[in-house]
């Protein structure tokens, strides 16, 4: 098994930035690539990124691109996700997820876990 644990979120205003963590642990050789997801309330959880940990393209969402930066540090076995220029529609629960293998990478039934989740509130 995979355990991810995410930190970072809080409290922001519109225009401001935020830096997500999500450190893996556990049976981490099975982990090929890492997403992360968000829920709005009354919302379904949508795609933001993903990134292969050997390397290669990361791809965003169309509403975060320009926004929103992710990477990686294989070493520490951890992803981020620096959020800039935040807008209130950006509020929700950010959830990182791994994935063994596949390659629709923004479908959140591609990812074999999950963390906890993480809330990002930006107030207009």
Avoid: H
């Avoid at 970072?8 to 401001?16: I, M």
């Avoid at 930066?69 to 951890?78: E, L, V």
């Avoid at 959020?83 to 591609?110: F, H, P």
Wanted: hydrophobic residues 35%; contains cysteine; glycine residues 12%.
């Amino acid at each position: 098994q995979v355990q991810l644990v995410e930190s970072g979120g809080g409290l922001v205003q519109a225009g401001g930035s935020l830096r997500l963590s999500c450190a893996a642990s556990g049976r981490t050789s099975s982990s090929y690539a890492m997403g992360w997801f968000r829920q709005a309330p009354g919302k379904e959880r949508e795609f933001v990124a993903a990134i292969n940990w050997g390397g290669g393209p990361i791809y965003y969402a169309d509403y975060v691109k320009g926004r929103f930066t992710m990477s990686k540090d294989n070493a520490k076995k951890t992803v981020y996700l620096q959020m800039n220029s935040l807008k209130a529609e950006d509020t929700a629960v950010y959830y990182c997820a791994s994935t063994s293998g596949g390659i629709r990478w923004s479908v959140d039934s591609q990812y074999d876990y999950w963390g906890q989740g993480t809330q990002v509130t930006v107030s207009s």
